[in-house]
């Protein structure tokens, strides 16, 4: 099965500041890969799909590259309120895995 | 509005049986492939299971695979996961969760979970 994982496992950062994270999957799943944001005591939120295209209503700060085996997540200006956890996930076949998560906090 | 409600948590015994529920409301159910998503307290989400919205159909995590099983009946709206030889590291809360297009298998609704512990 395809491994999933994430980098780094947590971050903190200052507000106004961009910040990346990194999901990479054991064997190529072209673009198939979802973005996930769970805060703190919520369920998890669909951000982005196909690796790029980010879901309705979620702020043009948040964008998602990527191909292969190798994608991004990134948040240009954090913002307090996206303190919360981040999960990739591949969609590709079966298992449809989710990488281990990236926390994020406010320095 | 779309909305997914779990039943059944329930504090187990090692080697318990546990069946929950997941009733579904607000889109056309049989359409939408389903799954269960789990999280272990203070960790990650964990895919357990998915199933296709009509036809047999299944997909399982490899710690599931064998003690667990999703049905569905579109009838009733509702999503089920028969879970079997249950052990310690199945203790989490188990989420509901909607695909977002046809058997694509990415979720765009959730439930709020259900708690599952299961120890002696």
């Known amino acids: 099965d395809i491994q999933m994982t994430q980098s780094p496992s947590s971050l903190s950062a200052s507000v106004g500041d961009r910040v990346t994270i990194t999901c990479r999957a054991s064997q190529g799943i072209t673009n198939t890969l979802a973005w996930y944001q769970q805060k703190p005591g919520k369920v998890p939120k669909l951000l982005i799909t196909a690796a790029s295209t980010l879901q309705s209503g979620v702020p043009s700060r948040f964008s998602g590259s990527g191909s292969g085996t190798e994608f991004t997540l990134t948040i240009n200006s954090l913002q307090p309120e996206d303190v919360a956890s981040y999960y990739c996930?591949?969609?590709?076949?079966?298992?449809?895995?989710f990488g281990p998560g990236t926390k994020v906090d406010i320095k | 509005e779309v909305q997914l409600v779990e039943s059944g948590g329930d504090l187990v015994q090692p080697g318990g049986s546990l069946r929950l529920s997941c009733a579904a409301s607000g889109f056309s159910f049989g359409d939408y492939a389903m799954a269960w998503v789990r999280q272990a307290p203070g960790k990650g989400l964990e895919w357990v299971s998915g199933i296709i919205g009509r036809g047999p159909t299944t997909y399982y995590a490899d710690s599931v695979r064998g003690r667990f099983t999703i049905s569905r009946d579109n009838s009733e709206n509702t999503l089920y996961l028969h879970m079997n030889s249950l052990r310690a590291e199945d203790t989490a809360v188990y989420y509901c969760a909607k695909d977002w297009a046809r058997n694509k298998f990415y979720f765009d609704y959730w439930g709020q979970g259900t708690l599952v512990a299961v120890s002696s």
């Open positions: 996930q591949k969609y590709d076949s079966a298992p449809f895995t």
